[in-house]
Each structure stands twice: as structure tokens, then as C-alpha cells.
């Protein structure tokens, strides 16, 4: 057997016995392995062999695991949902943390406009989706939030960058802070004639 | 701002997350009462919901008929329990000044313009959409354990530790002899050091003095070619024995400051003094 | 994709997420099939696809599952050696041990002249150099230790014999009282790395 096969063959028995995702550094010390780029070849290859299969190798924030092939849900959902439902306000306050992070509660709340009750927050903490991630330098140094590995995990994230529709909301300002997002509608909406300002007109005075 | 806050985050921990409070407010008889709200998560989530009814494009909608909508909405609620829908009220308040503002004149209007904002509360209404969509399509996604799973009964990777000792014959002999060292019967003895009495300094101390009656410097007094240990120890009972000479009304002492030289001189009619005694 | 690749799949991510071996009659009732011998043979073509890869699909007593491949079971129960030193009260305990065997731990306490914790004894008995060696006949019948040919083997020992005797001990200055021992380590020891010096601290906190 070539030292790839060879190679794949390791990767693949330990990927299936791991508890949990591995990174390519975990995997390159636990199997002894000098050479992480080897290491990334073979689970590439790995990646390919299984595309066809039930069963598929995927990367999620730089860590891998297996998983069932997504189109056969239907086949092997439960009876009992084994995902736990999330409240409106938790789902909401999930996706704000997941596009800003990191972000205060102050900042979450400001998107939202209602106060965050303190469970929201613990339920996605316990999840683990969310967790602290340091502190905001400003005036009484609020605590800041991001998602966690798990979160992309769950979600079948390759990375951040793979939330649905990033890249249109920060191409929109829509991920901005308001205040930017205000200067930045003033100074293209001049107040008095121009195309923008009739149009805001015509919106107001409808 | 001059003053004007829209009133997004009035809504007080009684309250709370508006909606959860109404459901759980809700008794079956009651229910029709304040279900209108029921599904909302503040008036900010009400607007934006009204908003969507209007166009598909939140750039698009009409500011002033979304406020007609939202204060349409909350009269035909009339009967809400109002300190649960205080929030609700208050945005109404604040959506009928934005009114008025936007239809009067440009000229009377005072800084921040009705319409700066009005386009914040777009802007604000556009956010929250796009944050309920992003939502929805994460929601949507293949997740574990509902789309996807992982390996039922992975056998789990282990790394076990195994400790290797190592010692040597010398600790090890070493660690015996200190141990018979320390659990033998132990005999202690005072070492004799070699120390002045206050007594012999007395007797020296006086003896010098007899000789002179310049100043003195206490360190004349000390044994000249004495180890260290034995000089501070002379020191002291020098020290102590010009104290009680000075007592005596035999000598006297003068210091010119703190760590200065210590001086002493013998009394000049100390010995009369004895004399006539 | 053939009826039978469909079915490979499908029981491929039946079996991997599954927490238990599922029997053919299992397996066809899960996914609905009326045939049992569909599955058979699609469980067979599935066992011969992963015969030379990582994972195996085995059958035990009519029941199938998932397992990592035999020659790499090494590679899920990893050893790591880790060197320590015998710590100061164990080095003691193996001394009194090794002069006075066989011994049982009341008599190592009365000549250390303090208690030893269980753990102390299990350390040596796990580095392999002491073991129970029997009972003593007398009123509760204790345990009494012996040192093992491994003890002998990593001290360089051919026989008990050659443990210094007290006399000799006395003469190198072993037995000098402790104080003055300390006193001439604490002297001697600030030029090197503080081998001695720790070893002190540790007697004294015994």
C-alpha cells in the first residue's frame, strides 16, 4: 500500500473513532505525524473519496469530521427531535452575534429594539454556540460575544465567511453601526434637489 | 440629539421580551384581549412586520404610512393591558410626533430633521430585517442532529499517560540516612558564644574613663582586635554599661544627631562627688 | 445512482449513525424496505468496499456495525511515556523498604517517624519496584513489602548486600543530623538548580 492509502487509512479509523471535530494539528500530534501539509493532502483526498457516499468528510472552522450525507436526512431523523428548538428571540439573537461578533448585549439590544432577557443569552451559551469573548474598551468595558466552533459545527459552516448572505449585508452597510449608516445616507442623500432627494420625498409623502 | 430618542429600549425587565410576557399573561377568558400583540417582540418587530406588508424592499417603504398602519394597529388594540403594552404606546406616541413633524413645514423644524429620523428608523428597520433573514436561512442550514449526524458510537481516542520512575542509589541512600538521621534520639546543647557581660563592660568602661576627661567615642571603648561577633556584642554592653554610668551622675553622653558618633566623658566632680558622699 | 449504490449509501449513514449494531431485520424495517435480502446483499457489497480502507463493516452475531480496522486499533489508544522523579517521602518509604524488608507499612511509619500516605506505596508498586510480599503472622495479619529484581535492576544493584551498611552511611556523613546536613546542603546548594534545595522544602512539608 503507497504511504498516502496508508496515510488515508489512518486519518479515516481516527476521524471515525474521535469524539469530537479534530484540527490538522490534533491530528498530525496524535498520530505522530511531522508533517501537517501531508496530513492536509490526505484529508483532501479522503474529502474526495467520500462525496459519492452516505457518509461525507467535512471541514468546519478548520476542524474535521464525518457526518451523514445531508440528503439523507429524512431517512435518519429521529422520532424525537434531538435538536433543541430555539425562541424566536434566541434564533435572533444568535444570527446578531454570528454577522457582528464581537458584540455587547447593549449592541444586540440596540438591533433589536427590546431588552435581551438574560436566559436568551444562556440558552445559546449552554448550547454551545456563544460564549464571552473578552471586553469592549470603552466606557464600562462591556462584555463582547462571539460564536464559538460549535456554532460553525452545527451549522455546517466551513468558516465565518460562510454565514448565508455575508458578504451582500456587509457590501450593503447593513453590518455597520446605525450612526455610520446614517453619515453614510446623509452625506449620499443631499438635503435639497437631486435625484435622492426626491425619492425620499416621494417615500415620506406617500 | 436634541431630546428626541426614539423610544426602541423603553421597554422595562417587567416587561421583558414583550411577547413572552404576553403569552404568559394570557388566561383563556382574557385571550382575545391581547393576542393582537402576541408573536411580536417589541414595537420595533411590529413596525417591521407592517413595513414588510407595504413592499417587498424595506429602501422602499413609506415612512408616514407605516406610522398611519402602526397607529391604526395599536387603536384596534385598544384593549391591551396597558403595562404590557406600554412600549407599544409609547412608540405610538413618538410615531405621531414624527408625524406631525414630517408634515409641517421644513423651515420650523429643529435639529435633528423629522426626516433624519425617519431614515433612522428605516435604517433600524432594515437592520432587524436582514438579522430575521440571516436568522432563517441559519436556521435552515443542515444541522447536526436534525439534517446531518455524527458517528452514533465513536470509540474515542485515547492517550494514556504511563508515568516512568526514575531515582538513583545515592538518593536513595541519602533518603535512609535521613531518615535514621532524623528519627534518632537528638541531644541539643548551647553553643558557648563568645559574648562582654554587662558587668566586665562596666568595669572597662569606667576603668578608660578614669584616665581622661576628653569626649570619648563609644567605639574607643570596644576590645580592638575582637572577631565581629564578639565587637557587637561589646558594643551593646558598652552601650548599656555608659547608660548606667550616666545614671550613676558618673558620666555624661552627647550625641550630635541620629547614627552620629555616640560620645561619652567622665563627670568632673564625679569623683568629689563621691568623695563629699 | 443505481437502486443498489442508493442503498449502500443509505445504509452506509444508517449503520455510522447509529449507536448500536442494527440486524438486517432492523435495518429493512427502519428504512421501510419490504425485502430483507436487498439489505443483505447491499450490506455485502458495502463490507467489501471498506475491506482494505480504515474502517470495517463487520457483523457480530447477525448484528452490523461500524468499527475502526483491527491493525490500527494502536492508533486510538495511544501511550505517552512521561519521566518523573521519585518524589522525597517515596524515595524514603523504597530506602526503608529496601533495608529493612520485608516490612509492613506500620513498621516503614514507625521508622520514618511519619505517616505515609497510600498513594506513596502505590507509586513504587506501580514503577515496579516494591511489591506485597505476604502476610506477617501476627494480630491483623498486615501486608509486608519487599523491593523486586526490577528494584535491583534500576539502582544497579546485584544484591540487597550491596546497600551500604550504617556504618558506612555514617562515614560519607549520611547520618549527620539533619540540621547540619541542611545547613551544608542550603551551602552548597545556591550555585546549582535547586535539585537539593526542593527536595529539602518537600521534607520538611512531609
Chains 1, 3 share one sequence.
Do not use: C
Request: net charge negative; hydrophobic share 45%; proline share 5%.
Amino acid at each position: 500500500m503507497s504511504a498516502q492509502a496508508s496515510l488515508e487509512r489512518t486519518l479515516e479509523a481516527t476521524l471515525f473513532a474521535a469524539e469530537e471535530p479534530l484540527s490538522v494539528d490534533a491530528l498530525a500530534a496524535h498520530l505522530g505525524l511531522p508533517d501537517p501539509a501531508e496530513v492536509r493532502a490526505a484529508l483532501a483526498a479522503l474529502q474526495r473519496h467520500y462525496t459519492a457516499r452516505g457518509v461525507h468528510l467535512v471541514e468546519r472552522g478548520g476542524r474535521w469530521h464525518f457526518q451523514t450525507a445531508p440528503d439523507l436526512a429524512h431517512l435518519l431523523r429521529r422520532e424525537k427531535e434531538q435538536v433543541r428548538r430555539l425562541s424566536r428571540a434566541a434564533t435572533e439573537v444568535l444570527a446578531i452575534i454570528a454577522y457582528h461578533e464581537p458584540v455587547s448585549r447593549a449592541e444586540i439590544e440596540s438591533i433589536r429594539g427590546v431588552q435581551t432577557s438574560a436566559g436568551t443569552l444562556d440558552v445559546l451559551m449552554e448550547a454551545g454556540w456563544v460564549s464571552p469573548a473578552g471586553r469592549r474598551e470603552v466606557p464600562g468595558r462591556p462584555v463582547v460575544y462571539a460564536t464559538t466552533p460549535e456554532f460553525l459545527d452545527h451549522f455546517g459552516l466551513a468558516s465565518r465567511r460562510d454565514l448565508p448572505g455575508i458578504d451582500e449585508l456587509r457590501a450593503s452597510g447593513l453590518l455597520d453601526p446605525l450612526d455610520e449608516a446614517m453619515e453614510a445616507a446623509m452625506r449620499f442623500e443631499p438635503d435639497e434637489d437631486g435625484d435622492g432627494a426626491g425619492e425620499a420625498d416621494e417615500n415620506l409623502a406617500d | 440629539m436634541s431630546g428626541i430618542e426614539q423610544p426602541f429600549m423603553l421597554a422595562d425587565a417587567g416587561a421583558g421580551e414583550g411577547d413572552a410576557a404576553l403569552v404568559q399573561g394570557a388566561k383563556p377568558g382574557e385571550e382575545a384581549l391581547y393576542l393582537e400583540l402576541d408573536g411580536w417582540e417589541g414595537p420595533l418587530d411590529l413596525l417591521l412586520d407592517l413595513a414588510r406588508r407595504q413592499k417587498v424592499d424595506l429602501r422602499q417603504i413609506s415612512i408616514l404610512a407605516l406610522v398611519d398602519q402602526y397607529l391604526g394597529y395599536i387603536a384596534r388594540a385598544g384593549a391591551l393591558r396597558l403595562e404590557l403594552a406600554a412600549d407599544y404606546l409609547v412608540m405610538a406616541a413618538w410615531l405621531a410626533y414624527l408625524k406631525s413633524a414630517l408634515l409641517l413645514p421644513k423651515e420650523e423644524q429643529e435639529d435633528p430633521s423629522p426626516e433624519e429620523l425617519a431614515l433612522r428608523l428605516q435604517l433600524r428597520l432594515q437592520r432587524l430585517g436582514a438579522m430575521r433573514e440571516a436568522a432563517a436561512r441559519l436556521m435552515a442550514r443542515d444541522r447536526i442532529g436534525r439534517d446531518v449526524f455524527l458517528r452514533g458510537a465513536p470509540e474515542g481516542l485515547r492517550t494514556d499517560r504511563k508515568t516512568v520512575w526514575r531515582s538513583d542509589l545515592f538518593t536513595l541512600i541519602q533518603a535512609y540516612g535521613q531518615v535514621k538521621a532524623r528519627t534518632a534520639p537528638r541531644i541539643y546543647h548551647v553553643a558557648n558564644r563568645p559574648v562582654i557581660t554587662l558587668d566586665s563592660a562596666l568595669e572597662r568602661v569606667s576603668a578608660m574613663l578614669g584616665v581622661t576627661l576628653e569626649w570619648m567615642e563609644i567605639r574607643d571603648f570596644l576590645p580592638p582586635h575582637a572577631s565581629p561577633e564578639l565587637k557587637r556584642s561589646a558594643l551593646a554592653s558598652s552601650f548599656v554599661a555608659a547608660l548606667e554610668l550616666a545614671k550613676r551622675g558618673r558620666a555624661e553622653l552627647a550625641q550630635e544627631g541620629a547614627f552620629a558618633p555616640l560620645r561619652i566623658r567622665r563627670l568632673k566632680n564625679s569623683a568629689q562627688a563621691r568623695v563629699e558622699a
